[in-house]
């Protein structure tokens, strides 16, 4: 009896220990610290919940599209297709990385966050009324990292098994190694019905409907020429608190334009209602007409503090031309920002000069101790300049003289073993001419561009621009079929898995991964890993400064530029809450006011008529 007492006393401390390593099952989950919302919150701060629900809404977007399914390579997906769908958890716009219930009820961790569940709720549904199941969560987990873009198989490539425990409770265990924002990246995954795909194949390209779980869904549309998409009326999740104060219009169209130029004419010819605006000659100039003089049309910009990311000439260091450090840096100095920005964009932007500008990962100055201690075990086998010299891209008075600048790059160049004859830059060794395309997706980009092209002839180099349409664009960027491109890499307050898919060498082999750049840096893949095992929010910012420092010395790109306000123009028949979070203007929570609606259609009508 006192051995079997001991066994009992032994599995009740287990059992114990065991419970009290486990999370409890919670409304939400964040990446480091503390959710902002509890568990009774009704709405997030930075929404209306009494919004006005209805009427109809045109946006616009350039180029075409021939399919709904945006999971794979395929094809060119719909705009606005992703409002059909729901996710198991919605992240909140004014915290760092916090996500909340959606799909989801509850969400369950462990301290050391080896695996995470999820509880889906009974109300979720389709749009054929059938209930969103555990089998759906993990076909569609299985499919996308099967059948879907590479980038899922990195996105997901920690997650060992899943499985399912009942008919709507789901587990996702981890492969070994701390990762804190694996349940965050699971509760960010797109459910997709698995008795919809079931009869279908997931790796074509469709323009047959498809059905959703979400706020809106497919109404009409016509290929290449616009979608349509109206609210669902008894849509499951409208009364949820991450939902409430959102999803506002009755419909939401996106028609096509050939080019920005053209969008911007018909907007003002009110042909739609609604514009981000990221040319700042448009900015400028474009938009000083009656509408706007009247106060039928609204242009305001909106201060955020989201991360800015990398926006750049983009070197495909696959190019044998590129795999010098040298060249690469060489070329850069023939980009003159700031006349740039003078002459070109009315002094509008901030240079960019880090992987996460415009927020508390930038790395600045030298290394601090913390950063250093990172950084120190890679000493020889990263640029010295990390450790000794704060990065900044090459600068200029902004007048249009960069002799200096140029004698530098021509320095360099003849350090890598490129020197002139005949007026050309050749390789001393294979006699080689320096020669690359630089590939654009948009016009806009060419007033730009082609002055760094004149800029790279005084250094005996031959740039050739060429602007291409989406489809071409895309095609091209999937096999890595291109010298120099434009791309902006995105970046959260919260970096992890993602990096991986940036800079990480197996992506590099990856056809349609987005390590369009090609590095393949075995101390870039353990900055990367180490990134993603950070404990907390210090120990992640540390971690993001020291990888973007080894970024930013490798002169990966020519950096562009960036803001800290978002540029918006619409037709005055909006209002937003009063509140902008962290993320900037969230257009999901805007909503229209009848009566300036009717007031500003009625005025435009007059303004025609005149």
């Known amino acids: 009896m006192k051995r079997i007492a001991t066994a009992l006393l032994t599995l009740a401390t287990l059992t114990s220990w065991t419970l009290s390593a486990m999370a409890q099952p919670s409304h939400g989950l964040a990446m480091h610290g503390q959710l902002k919302y509890g568990p009774d919150f009704k709405n997030f701060d930075y929404v209306n919940p009494h919004a006005h629900k209805g009427g109809d809404v045109k946006l616009a977007t350039t180029g075409s599209f021939d399919s709904f399914n945006n999971f794979i390579i395929k094809g060119e997906s719909a ?6 769908y729901d996710t198991l ?11 909340y219930g959606l799909l989801a009820e509850s969400v369950e961790t462990p301290e050391d966050r080896s695996w995470v569940q999820f509880v889906l709720r009974k109300e979720a549904r389709w749009h054929d009324g059938k209930p969103v199941s555990a089998d759906d969560v993990i076909w569609t987990f299985n499919t996308l990292v099967e ?25 996702f265990s981890f492969k070994a190694g701390e990762n804190r924002e694996l349940p965050l990246i699971m509760g960010q995954l797109i459910v997709l019905p698995r008795h919809y795909w079931q009869d279908r194949d997931f790796s074509r390209t469709t323009l047959e409907p498809p059905l959703g779980s979400g706020a809106y869904k497919i109404d009409s549309f016509e290929p290449g020429r616009f979608v349509k998409y109206s609210r669902v009326d008894d849509y499951w999740g409208r009364n949820l608190p991450v939902n409430v104060g959102k999803d506002n219009f009755d419909t939401l169209r996106y028609d096509y334009y050939r080019d920005a130029t053209v969008q911007v004419e018909a907007f003002k010819a009110g042909e739609f209602d609604f514009r981000a605006e990221n040319a700042s000659k448009s900015w400028a100039t474009a938009y000083n007409f009656p509408a706007l ?5 609204i242009k305001e910009e909106i201060k955020h503090n989201r991360g800015a990311g990398m926006q750049g000439y983009i070197y495909n260091t696959r190019r044998t031309i590129f795999a010098d450090t040298k060249v690469r840096q060489a070329l850069a100095t023939a980009f003159d920002f700031e006349w740039s920005n003078r002459n070109l964009f009315y002094g509008q932007y901030k240079r960019t000069r880090s992987y996460f500008d415009n927020s508390e990962l930038t790395a600045t100055g030298l290394p601090g101790p913390h950063e250093l201690a990172i950084l120190e075990p890679y000493r020889g086998r990263i ?6 010299t704060e990065y900044n891209p090459p600068r200029t008075k902004g007048d249009g003289r960069i002799r200096d600048n140029l004698k530098t790059g021509d320095a360099l160049l003849k350090q890598a073993g490129w020197i002139i004859k005949d007026k050309k830059r050749v390789h001393a060794e294979t ?3 320096m020669e690359f395309e630089i590939m654009l997706i948009s016009p806009t980009l060419e007033r730009v561009t ?10 005996g180099v031959t740039a050739r621009v060429r602007t291409v349409d989406t489809a071409q664009y895309l095609r091209r960027l999937e096999t890595f079929d291109f010298d120099i491109i434009t791309f902006v890499f995105g970046q959260s307050l919260s970096p992890g898995n993602e990096q991986r898919g940036y800079w990480g060498s197996e992506a590099a082999d990856q056809n349609g991964s987005r390590n369009f750049i090609g590095i393949k840096d075995p101390v870039i893949d353990e900055l990367i890993e180490k990134l993603i095992a950070a404990p907390n929010r210090e120990s992640l910012i540390n971690h993001t400064k020291a990888l973007d420092r080894v970024l930013q010395w490798g002169h990966y790109v020519i950096p562009h530029w960036h803001l800290d306000y978002d540029r918006l123009v619409y037709w005055n028949k909006f209002q937003r809450p009063e509140k902008t979070p962290l993320a900037g203007a969230q257009f999901s929570t805007w909503w229209i006011n009848p009566d300036s609606a009717e007031k500003t259609q009625k005025a435009k009508k007059s303004l025609e008529a005149d």
């Open 79 to 84: 705009a606005g297709i992703g409002g059909i």
């Open 89 to 99: 958890l919605v992240s909140s716009a004014d915290e760092a990385f916090s996500e």
């Open 147 to 171: 059948k879907g873009q590479p980038f899922y198989r990195f996105y997901y490539g920690s997650v060992e098994k899943v499985e399912k425990i009942d008919e709507r409770t789901v587990r």
């Open 293 to 297: 003089d009247k106060g039928l049309v």
């Open 383 to 388: 640029p010295d300049e990390v450790f000794t």
């Open 431 to 433: 006699g080689e001419v």
């Open 450 to 459: 082609l002055p760094m092209v004149k800029n790279l002839e005084r250094l």
